[in-house]
């Protein structure tokens, strides 16, 4: 028995349902012989923690060995709770000629509590009906007469679906959290990749800035030849300029300089010194400069030549 | 069927992928701009320095500057001959303060110094100098 849905068919499996032979997917309704259902009114406001308490619901109802999942929603004012072995339900699909790869969703017969307004035949035997509302399945022939014609009923909002391996590495909830760690690194990547790219252009506006201030050195060849040429002037200029002031620098009571000289390669300096500890003292200073005596200096002058 | 299967999976794995894939972006313009930045501090260095040098060595007011020096002695005491870009002074019979006044602002105009002699005459300097620009 089929139920034309939005975009597949839902197929109410039962015990004595007929074996599927078709290869497209399908969604699948439960009927009560594969699950367990409980409602209660309870003081619990999330379908969270309604669903972390439903295990201590069944306590003792369910057998240990199989395992079990609970499906969890709210009916009026009350929630409905409802146990079911997904392990048990793929067998049996598997033996229906169904594997559990061609199912989409999972619904539950019970969802549709409200809708079921008349019986719905499963097998000659076997009747889907509400009964303390409550959807169960009944004898046929504890009905009377039934009308065997196909009903047209609405989709349940909510479902569930299968774990396809035996071996998960991951259930969904791990792969939500993982994927949204792995995109929220990536957007800070990319974020920052871009903010690095946006870097990039500014420092190229920057020197197209300086150029555009400098026009005339835009070329290599000029802005190189520029610089050797005033390079060699600055550090030669500076050099002598250097001289210049230590020698300046020497100057105390009791010095005087007689001659200075300097040209392009070379200076002398004659010093002349007024007693013997005005040069012992010339001398140190000229030590501590980096200046040397000539050997052409006497008693009252001291002479300092050197190469620029 | 089979997308369903690994729906998980495939959804973790897209999202390492683009996890993967904006590091690699990210990392390409990290290097990108580290390189760029050098380059560009390179660039800016040697283009300051050209126009520091420029600046400096090629002032076009050189020669009003060395006119302030001429000023700064009595026509009597000096020789002043310039060619072009060349200029040659002679000074004769300078004291001490002037010396040190001549000396001080001619070390800092930016000329070449091509020849400098100072020589003590009694209580007065004689100085000699020849500098182009």
């Given amino acids: 028995m089929r139920f034309t849905g939005n975009n597949k068919s839902i197929l109410l499996v039962h015990r004595n349902m007929r074996p599927h032979t078709s290869d497209v997917a399908v969604d699948i309704m439960l009927t009560p012989q594969f699950y367990m259902v409980k409602k209660e009114k309870l003081p619990i406001k999330t379908r969270y923690r309604a669903q972390k308490i439903a295990p201590s619901l069944f306590e003792g109802l369910l057998e240990k060995s199989s395992t079990y999942k609970f499906f969890v929603y709210q009916e009026d004012d009350q929630w409905v709770f409802i146990a079911y072995d997904p392990e048990e339900i793929a067998a049996f699909l598997a033996q229906k000629g169904l594997s559990k790869e061609k199912v989409g969703k999972v619904y539950f017969a019970e969802q549709i509590v409200k809708l079921l307004d008349r019986p719905i035949m499963l097998s000659e035997t076997e009747v889907l009906s509400v009964l303390d509302d409550t959807v169960v399945v009944v004898p046929a022939s504890a009905l009377g007469d039934i009308d065997s014609t196909e009903p047209v009923l609405a989709r349940p909002k909510r479902s569930v679906s299968f774990e396809y391996s035996e071996k998960v590495l991951l259930n969904k909830e791990q792969a939500m959290v993982l994927a949204a760690i792995f995109v929220l690194f990536g957007l800070i990547w990319f974020a920052e990749g871009l903010r690095y790219k946006k870097n990039n252009r500014f420092l190229q506006a920057k020197t197209e800035e300086l150029y555009a201030k ?4 835009q070329s290599r060849y000029t802005r190189e030849s520029i610089i050797s040429k005033y390079r060699k002037i600055d550090a030669s200029e500076r050099k002598k300029r250097k001289i210049i002031g230590q ?13 200075f000289e300097m040209t392009d390669k070379k200076y002398k300096v004659v010093f002349s010194v007024k007693d013997k500890s005005v040069a012992k003292r010339l001398e140190g200073l000229l030590k501590s400069a980096g200046l040397k005596k000539s050997a052409g200096s006497g008693p009252s002058e001291i002479i300092v030549e050197g190469r620029l | 069927m089979i997308w369903k299967r ?6 973790v794995a897209g999202a390492l992928l683009f996890a993967f894939a904006s590091f690699i972006y990210k990392s390409v313009q990290h290097s990108s701009m580290a390189m760029e930045n050098q380059r560009m501090v390179q660039e800016v260095a040697a283009l300051e320095e050209t126009v520091s040098l420029q600046k400096i060595w090629g002032d076009k007011r050189i020669i009003q ?14 020789k002043w001959t310039k060619q072009g870009k060349k200029l040659t002074m002679e000074l004769h019979g300078l004291r001490p303060s002037e010396l040190n006044n001549v000396v001080t602002k001619l070390l800092n105009i930016p000329i070449q110094i091509k020849r400098m002699k100072i020589e003590k005459k009694n209580d007065t300097y004689d100085m000699e100098f020849a500098c182009k620009w």
């Fill in chain 1, 247 to 259: 020698i300046a620098g020497m100057l105390f009571k009791g010095v005087t300089i007689t001659l």
């Fill in chain 2, 65 to 78: 500057k060395l006119e302030s020096v001429k000023k700064m002695i009595p026509s009597s005491k000096i």
């Fill in chain 1, 214 to 217: 400098y026009p005339s050195l």
């Fill in chain 2, 6 to 11: 690994y729906q998980k999976e495939i959804m």
